[in-house]
């Protein structure tokens, strides 16, 4: 079952305009992850986020996380035609055994037009 | 790039045969992951590896296995394929239980 839960579906703005996602989640988390997946392609790690920090910035990359709300927002700032792919959250649970359990979410198809 | 190879890239076969996806890795992560991507679902945890020949089962593991011998490489096994395994197919790697995963870039495969 999927934890992580993005919002919008999709997404279309112009060159040089913000692109802000969202993702809901259902459980309590460690870590909650966004990752970018261009068109056939593997998914690219962007940022991690731990559950005791609530804002989180990369380069034109800014995350936040509302753990009350079991939410995080990714802002990207300026964005360019290049940035045109799916988004990906993804939370990071330590289940039993200490191994590593992410969960991904559905996604957000950004096209971003030149 | 995390050095991940997945093999083969593309594939196309009948239903009721037997399918091995091989993921090599040269990063020397202890863990690895196979996952299926489809349309409205997103991506989901067939198997994962959390060592060498330790290995379990993840949401939709019903018609794979797994095996790994050594670190760095994952087989996955479809026994008897069949056209609801249609599917886009990544291996991911990963160093620790907290951290990001890496992808290689997905086998493409086609059940007929």
């Known amino acids: 079952s999927q934890q992580g839960e993005e919002d919008p579906q999709a997404l279309s703005i112009q060159e040089g305009e913000n692109a802000t996602m969202n993702c809901s989640y259902k459980t309590s988390i460690n870590n909650l992850q966004w990752y970018r997946q261009n068109s056939g392609r593997g998914l690219v790690h962007l940022i991690l986020i731990r559950s005791n920090e609530r804002e989180k910035h990369s380069g034109r990359l800014r995350v936040t996380l509302d753990t009350s709300k079991k939410s995080s927002s990714l802002l990207i700032t300026a964005s360019r035609a290049a940035d045109t792919a799916s988004y990906f959250c993804a939370t990071d649970d330590r289940a039993s055994g200490g191994y590593q359990k992410v969960t991904f979410g559905t996604g957000t198809k950004l096209q971003v037009i030149p | 790039d995390a050095g991940i190879t997945q093999s083969p890239r593309h594939k196309v076969t009948e239903t009721g045969t037997p399918v091995t996806l091989r993921c090599h890795q040269t990063?020397?992560?202890?863990?690895m992951y196979w996952y299926r991507q489809d349309p409205g679902h997103g991506l989901r945890l067939i198997h994962y590896s959390y060592g060498v020949k330790d290995t379990d089962k993840g949401e939709v593991s019903d018609g794979y296995s797994v095996s790994r011998s050594k670190t760095e490489d994952f087989l996955l096994t479809l026994e008897s394929a069949t056209s609801s395994q249609t599917s886009v197919y990544f291996c991911?790697?990963?160093?620790?239980?907290?951290?990001?995963?890496?992808f290689g870039d997905g086998t493409r495969l086609s059940i007929l």
């Open positions: 990063e020397n992560h202890r863990y």
């Open positions: 991911a790697i990963s160093d620790g239980t907290a951290g990001p995963q890496h």
